[in-house]
C-alpha cells in the first residue's frame, strides 16, 4: 500500500484521460429513489446485453490502463466479485472486461481504507485533484472512473473529467439523484458518439469543451 502514485511516462508521451462511465436513466439520473428495476444489466449474470454492445464495452476496459474506485464499492466487494465472475468464465471473450478489471491497477481515493484490498490497488492519500492530475500523468492508458453518485460528483465539481460515457437505459425513474447536483453554475459538452444498441441502450459519448 502506497499514497504515491509514480509517474511512469517516457519524454514526449502526452498525459492520459480521465473517463467517468455511468449508466442513466432517461431522466438524467444514475441511482433511483426507489427500486424500479430500470438497469438493463446489473453488472451480475445474466448478461443482458446485445453481443455488440458487449463488444463494445470490452473495447473501452481493454484501452484502459488504470481504474478508478470509489470507498464504497471496495468495500462493498467489487474487486471479489469480478474476480470470481472471471474465475467462471475462463477464456469466454464476453468477460474480457472482468479479468481486465483483476489484473489493470486500481486507485481507490480514501483516508478512511486503512490498507488496500490487492497488490495491484493503491490507496490515494491526497487532495481528489492531486491524485487524479498525478493519474493522467503516468501513462499507460487512459484512466476509467467507476463508483456510485459520491465519487461521480466529486469528480463532475473537480473539473477533472475529459470523457463522459452514459450508458442510458430505456427506462425513466421519476426521482433519483444526479452526477450534476454539485454544480450548480453547469458544464457544456461536446458531443463525441452516440450509438443505439439493439438492447435498449444508448450510449453517449461526452467531452468537455477543455478536452481534445
Not at 438497469?39 to 451480475?44: E, G, K, P, R
Not at 460515457?165 to 450534476?180: C, D, E, H, W, Y
Amino acid at each position: 500500500m502506497t499514497d504515491t502514485i509514480q509517474d511512469n511516462r517516457p519524454d514526449g508521451v502526452k498525459a492520459c484521460r480521465l473517463i467517468l462511465q455511468m449508466q442513466m436513466s432517461v431522466d438524467g439520473c444514475v441511482s433511483a429513489d426507489a427500486d424500479v428495476g430500470w438497469q438493463v444489466w446489473n453488472w451480475n449474470d445474466p448478461w443482458t446485453w446485445d453481443a455488440r454492445l458487449q463488444a463494445d464495452f470490452n473495447a473501452v476496459l481493454d484501452g484502459v490502463g488504470c481504474i478508478l474506485l470509489s470507498r464504497p464499492m471496495v468495500e462493498e466487494g467489487y474487486l471479489g466479485h469480478w474476480d470470481r465472475i472471471a474465475r467462471a468464465h475462463p477464456g469466454d471473450p464476453r468477460y474480457a472486461f472482468a479479468r481486465k478489471i483483476g489484473t489493470v491497477d486500481k486507485v481507490v481515493l480514501s483516508h478512511q481504507l486503512r490498507m488496500a484490498p490487492d497488490k495491484r490497488t493503491v490507496l490515494a492519500r491526497g487532495s481528489l485533484v492531486e491524485a487524479v492530475q498525478a493519474l493522467k500523468r503516468r501513462g499507460g492508458g487512459d484512466v476509467i472512473a467507476f463508483g456510485g453518485v459520491g465519487l461521480a460528483s466529486a469528480l463532475v465539481a473537480a473539473g477533472v473529467v475529459d470523457e463522459y460515457q452514459f450508458f442510458v437505459n430505456p427506462a425513466a425513474v421519476g426521482s433519483g439523484r444526479s452526477i450534476f447536483g454539485l454544480l450548480p453554475g453547469g458544464v457544456r459538452l461536446r458531443l463525441q458518439q452516440s450509438t443505439a444498441y439493439d438492447c435498449g441502450i444508448v450510449v453517449n459519448r461526452y467531452v468537455t469543451s477543455r478536452a481534445g
